[in-house]
């Protein structure tokens, strides 16, 4: 995954909760948290049905760059990037944890970046690979081929790639 420089005072850490049980779970939380059956953050409660987390499971926080995750001496254990963790471990960068059946990913920078589209990138890890997208075209005059499967967003990464070329005057083709 990703990971965001210690320095980098700009970046927005967030806590997103994923999927809970077998069903998918939109939950954007602050750098702050105490996660279990009962979430606070911000002085706002949520409750999450997961019988397999404690009431209060784990404590999450940013700190200067890193992720300090704290199992808060949970039943079922707290997972961090696969691994139980016993009490507080510190990870950098982005990180996976699970309680229970449910997944939350630590954003180091959580922030959406503008694509020169004006379209939202959800992640700084595609913002990253379209600037690369972007630094190819200018430097080169060559055809760009993209493969990959329905919905992998060959179109968009083209369309980045020809606003960022010196032909960007010229049509765009695409071929599906």
Known sequence: MASVDADDVT?????M???TGMAPASLVLPSTATLGRTISASGATYEVPD???SRDHASIRWDRG????????????????GERIAGEVKR????????????FILL?????HPAADGAV??????ARVYERIRQFAVARTATLLVTGGTGAGKQLAARVFHDASPRAA??????S
């Open 121 to 126: 990138i959800v992640g700084p890890e595609l």
């Open 11 to 15: 970046a927005a850490p967030a806590i």
């Open 51 to 53: 019988e397999r987390m």
């Open 108 to 112: 180091a920078d959580g922030r959406g």
């Open 17 to 19: 909760m994923v999927a």
């Open 66 to 81: 890193t992720w300090v995750v704290n199992d808060l001496d949970s039943r079922n254990g707290t997972f961090v990037n």
């Open 92 to 103: 950098r960068g982005d990180v996976v944890v699970r309680l229970g059946h449910t997944l």
């Open 170 to 175: 010229g049509p765009f083709v695409t071929i």
